[in-house]
């Protein structure tokens, strides 16, 4: 084989067999195809496409780049998500506990944020001494001991992906559908999950924008994951506005924590009790959605989660008293009220704006050496539907130091985030499918 008689093949829109994937990604991996041809080749994958089983070889190939972590021992359902990102996605925050906490062993291997805002490592990162870099050793013993373990994933792990991944991202080829499913459906099997639930998001704060296109990713991602012996189900939700109260690192542990203590988003519940009730029915731990939801909100209420999530924080290094004491967190010193202009209610709330305001006030990087300000953020005092009055607070904005001209960008962002309407405006649901 050669990699410009591949390349040609599906620059014409043939279909690849699966020798002919494996021959191009290990080659790629070793070294005899080079940077411009694996470029060359996703940009054709991006005009002509890839069929359900050449994105299932491809993500074969993923799977079997590098290290493959095996739970078959343990005896019990190992239980992962993942969610396609959105502004003030802290759901992992708080599912993974509460799960823990309900029987289910969660192995949640999670990523840091590249744009906006930072990710579910930077998040738990902002509790001081929390350790994110887990042995695998550590983190199957956390597992055995506690039920629960949230660690950076290894670079053994879908080495290809990692590889082709920072390729795609210089060379405009990220939004393709099949390229999308390989990158996430290879790291959740290669992390040893046997209970799959992802969340696809779509909108203003989403890469996703339409519900129908969140449906063909979901889609492929449940089949390609049905060739490969791997059931996943999929929740598509919308990020038209950020989800629950709080964007920005620190800010989104202290709202998770909250959260785990009964006071809950209304919207931060609805799509973290999806999620968790189809795991616990993926499980057999229940029968059906409403037995899930008693148990969700007993674990809830009882303080039990919470006590996960103390358990989680001290077994991983970092200091549990962030739970009832908040000043251990690193908040913005300076904060800015974004008043309303008018009276009405919130006909919407821009996600993306609101993202790009956080942003620059330092809460996200645009490189992956770029330092993020744990402390910078936003709380958002008013959300769609609400009734506000002239002048009354919509967000908080929190920031340290930041230049004139990059707070006034990011007020101007967060001003332009809120639209306001006479008309009575109806709240709608976040969880948009399943």
């Not at 993202?355 to 769609?384: M, Y």
Request: glycine content about 8%; overall charge negative.
């Amino acid at each position: 084989m050669r990699a410009v008689d591949i390349i040609e093949k599906k620059k014409q829109g043939y279909s690849h067999t699966k020798e002919e994937i494996e021959f191009f990604i290990n080659g790629y991996m070793e070294g005899f195809i080079e940077d411009y041809q694996m470029s060359a080749w996703l940009m054709a994958v991006c005009f002509q496409g890839l069929s359900f089983d050449e994105t299932a070889y491809l993500t074969e190939c993923f799977i079997n780049s590098g290290d493959k972590l095996n739970f078959s021992n343990f005896n019990v359902h190992i239980a992962d998500k993942h969610s396609t990102g959105g502004v003030g996605d802290k759901v992992t925050l708080v599912l993974i506990p509460l799960l823990a906490s309900l029987g289910v062993a969660c192995a949640k291997l999670s990523g840091r944020g590249l744009g906006m805002t930072g990710g579910t490592i930077d998040k738990l990162e902002s509790i001081k001494g929390f350790n994110c870099a887990l042995s695998e050793d550590d983190f199957k013993n956390q597992i055995r001991k506690i039920n629960a373990a949230i660690s950076s994933q290894t670079p053994n792990l879908v080495p290809a992906d990692g590889k082709i991944y920072a390729l795609r991202d210089v060379t405009a080829t990220v939004d393709n559908m099949s390229l999308i499913c390989a990158s996430v459906v290879s790291k959740k099997i290669a992390s040893g999950a046997d209970i799959i639930v992802l969340d696809v998001k779509y909108g203003s704060g989403a890469f996703i924008k339409t519900k129908e296109e969140a449906r063909i990713l979901a889609d492929l991602m449940i089949e390609t994951g049905a060739r490969l012996n791997k059931k996943i189900d999929a929740v598509i939700s919308a990020m038209e506005q950020p989800l629950g109260n709080c964007v920005g690192n620190s800010l989104e542990v202290m709202e998770a924590i909250e959260f785990l203590k009964g006071k809950m988003a209304p919207d931060l519940y609805e799509i973290t009790v999806e999620i968790a009730a189809r795991t616990l029915m993926l499980a057999n731990l229940v029968t059906d959605y409403d037995m899930a939801k008693n148990y969700i909100d007993d674990a809830i209420m009882s303080g039990r989660a919470l006590n996960k999530l103390s358990e989680i924080i001290e077994a991983q290094g970092g200091d549990k008293n962030v739970i009832e004491d908040y000043s251990l967190f690193e908040i913005g010193h300076n904060t800015y009220e974004i008043k309303a202009e008018m009276g009405g209610y919130i006909s919407r709330l821009n996600a993306l704006d609101i993202a790009h305001a956080c942003k620059l006030l330092g809460a996200g990087r645009d490189k992956k050496s770029d330092k993020i300000d744990f402390g910078a953020g936003c709380v958002l005092n008013k959300k769609e539907g609400d009734l506000v009055k002239h002048n009354e607070t919509l967000a908080t904005l929190y920031f340290n130091n930041v230049s004139k001209e990059r707070l006034d960008e990011a007020i101007n962002y967060a001003k332009s985030a809120y639209s306001i309407t006479l008309d009575k405006v109806e709240k709608h649901s976040v969880v948009a499918d399943i």
